[in-house]
């Protein structure tokens, strides 16, 4: 099994910056992909970013330009630094890591909310 554990979630004016973390602990072994998604209040669960074992990404849309997914595999890491928020990013933003670069994610976090104010 896999825990995930994120943090750096809060309030944050729009136009600002945060930089999400994420420790992933147990059978790490197994983890190829990692990856951010986000459920806005009202919205399903969607893909923020996305970075394989060896370090390809890709972004949603609406995210491309401002937001960095990053990884350090000696700490077991997985990070999302997000600037120029907007308030529709606000939303809880979930840690996964998946058994395969290009399947299913199947480990996931509890979870931290970010917040951007207008």
């Known amino acids: 099994q896999v825990q995930l554990v994120e943090s750096g979630g809060g309030l944050v004016q729009a136009g600002g910056s945060l930089r999400l973390s994420c420790v992933a602990s147990?059978?790490?072994?197994?983890?190829?992909?990692m990856g951010w998604y986000r459920q806005g209040p009202g919205k399903q669960r969607e893909l923020v970013a996305r970075i394989t074992s060896i370090g390809n990404t890709n972004y949603a849309d609406s995210v491309k330009g401002r937001f960095t997914i990053s990884r350090y595999n000696a700490k077991n890491t997985v990070y999302l630094q997000m600037n120029s928020l907007k308030p529709e990013d606000t939303a809880d933003y979930y840690c996964a890591a998946a058994r395969t670069n290009y399947g299913g994610m199947d480990y996931w976090g509890k979870g931290t909310l970010v917040t951007v104010s207008s």
């Open positions: 147990g059978s790490i072994f197994s983890i190829n992909a």
